[in-house]
């Protein structure tokens, strides 16, 4: 089946860093991603990670994916005010068409 | 090009009218795909077109629902005799041919009276 995973808030102190994590189950999915949502805008493609990859790291952001377990995590280094928003996990299917199958999102609230 | 465009950004309409919304792609785009996002909840998968053919319809576009892109360019997406659960953030994205990344556009937020 196809259903994807994550815990609904993380709170962290500015400075801090924040992992967000996501469970997905379709064994078949190609590539794993971060979007990024703020409140009125659109979703922002942060990073992503094909199935035969561990990890990525861009910047402040480190992407782990253990596939065994069908886990994904993302690792925000020193996070920020500007990082509170919400954080969707999603993955796409071997469809051939990379219909997307995106989790119900993880609202992340910074304290400065 | 500035991304992908949704117009309207914002729709009302009461129960039982039909409403249509429209996508304009990233203009080489040839994949474009719409998604509905409820309060609370991630996107959620309708549709998809490679240029003008729709490859692919979820189960959630139900017989009130229809897509179409004529020329694979700009698409609409029809909603009749709409209900009061079909309100929600209708979302447009596009894509290279073969491409992982998608580019989404703001949506269009409907909501039935």
């Known amino acids: 089946g196809e259903d994807v995973e994550q815990s609904l808030f993380l709170s962290v102190r500015e400075g801090d860093s924040s992992v967000i994590n996501c469970t997905y189950t379709d064994s078949s999915s190609t590539y794993l991603y971060w979007y990024k949502q703020e409140p009125g805008a659109g979703l922002q493609l942060l990073t992503y990670?094909?199935?035969?990859?561990d990890m990525k790291q861009d910047q402040r952001l480190t992407v782990l994916l253990n596939k065994k377990d069908k886990h994904l995590s993302l690792r925000i280094a020193d996070t920020q005010t500007g990082d509170s928003a919400i954080y969707f996990c999603a993955e796409s299917l071997n469809t051939g068409g990379f219909k997307t199958i995106f989790g119900a999102g993880t609202r992340l609230f910074v304290k400065a | 090009d500035t991304g992908v465009s949704q117009d309207p950004r914002h729709k009302i309409t009461k129960r039982g009218q039909n409403v249509t919304f429209r996508c304009d792609p990233i203009s080489e785009h040839n994949r474009l795909y719409w998604y509905r996002q409820t309060l609370g909840q991630g996107p959620e998968f309708l549709t998809y077109?490679?240029?003008?053919?729709?490859?692919?319809k979820s189960r959630l576009l139900s017989d009130r629902f229809s897509a179409e892109r004529p020329k694979g360019s700009f698409s609409t997406l029809e909603i009749q005799r709409t209900e009061q659960g079909d309100s929600a953030m209708y979302l447009c994205a596009s894509s290279l041919d073969n491409s992982y990344e998608q580019y989404f556009g703001p949506g269009t937020r409907l909501t039935v009276t």
């Open positions: 077109f490679q240029n003008e053919a729709q490859l692919e």
């Open positions: 990670i094909f199935s035969n990859m």
